[in-house]
């Protein structure tokens, strides 16, 4: 059994800056625009996690050395508990972050909760957001507003098999009409397999085909959302 890469995807990961509970107006715990005191950072904690600690201890010692009177703490949080933290930050000023790493999925949920600062008006002025990626950009965003800074893009890949497509006489699919086809050729050729599938609770690996073929999940009237996933395009056939 051999496998070859086909195509590739982006998760994206974010910072949020000034994380605080409704009640503290979405300021920072040391005042807004203060420049001195400790400031604390969340950041997930990796499967192995020693080479991202070397790399934020070099960044925390430049960020100390060029901002005195600044001490950076860092916290590693497990990915599966982030939800409580967070939740429990939002709502205790005490125990907000001040700089914390989310996942672009999480986005609209913490934004809901009033618990990150709208950056839009800051990013006008911050000379490096010209390097930033429009469309990575736009993962932070929530009605036209920015809440978060790209802090790291994943790549996603979709793999096939090689013996399997060798045997019945396949190419490699470039456009999704061919993808399809090719799927449906696997299967009747072979019905013991799938000819495409993605992981049972993984929902985010199938939402791309959504999505690129011209569906969505929800539509939005006025303040309520409709499902739209049992809709043409997104996956009812026509």
């Known amino acids: ?15 949020a800056i000034g994380c605080a509970p409704p009640q503290a107006a979405n300021s920072t ?15 997930f904690q990796e499967a192995a996690n020693a080479p ?12 100390e050395a060029a901002h005195d009177g600044v001490t950076v703490n860092v916290e590693y949080l497990p990915v599966d508990g982030r939800a409580t933290r967070f939740n ?6 005490a125990s907000a972050p001040d700089v914390a790493e989310f996942g ?15 950056l839009t008006a800051d990013l006008e002025k911050w000379p490096e957001t010209k390097d930033l990626v429009p469309e990575v950009l736009d993962t932070a965003k929530v009605d036209g507003k920015t809440y978060g800074i ?3 893009t994943g790549t996603r890949a979709l793999y096939y098999r090689t013996d399997v497509f060798t045997e019945l006489g396949l190419t490699p699919p470039k456009t999704l009409t061919e993808l399809t086809e090719t799927a449906r050729a696997v299967r009747a050729a072979k019905p013991d397999l799938y000819g495409i599938a993605v992981g049972g609770k993984y929902t985010y690996a199938l939402l791309p085909y959504v999505w690129a073929n011209g569906g969505d999940i929800a ?13 043409s395009p ?4 026509p």
Do not use: C, Q
């Open 29 to 43: 715990k040391t005042g807004a625009g203060e420049t001195t005191g400790e400031l604390t950072v969340w950041l």
């Open 104 to 118: 672009n999925t999480d986005l609209a949920g913490y934004v809901a909760s009033n618990g990150f600062t709208d």
């Open 150 to 152: 790209p802090w790291f």
């Open 234 to 237: 997104a996956g009812r056939p």
């Open 88 to 93: 429990g930050a939002f709502n205790d000023k």
């Open 1 to 15: 059994m051999r496998f070859r890469h086909l195509l590739t995807a982006t998760a994206v990961g974010l910072l």
């Open 52 to 63: 991202k600690e070397a790399v934020v201890a070099e960044a925390v010692t430049e960020f």
């Open 219 to 231: 539509k939005r009237d006025g303040d309520k959302w409709t499902a739209a996933i049992d809709t």
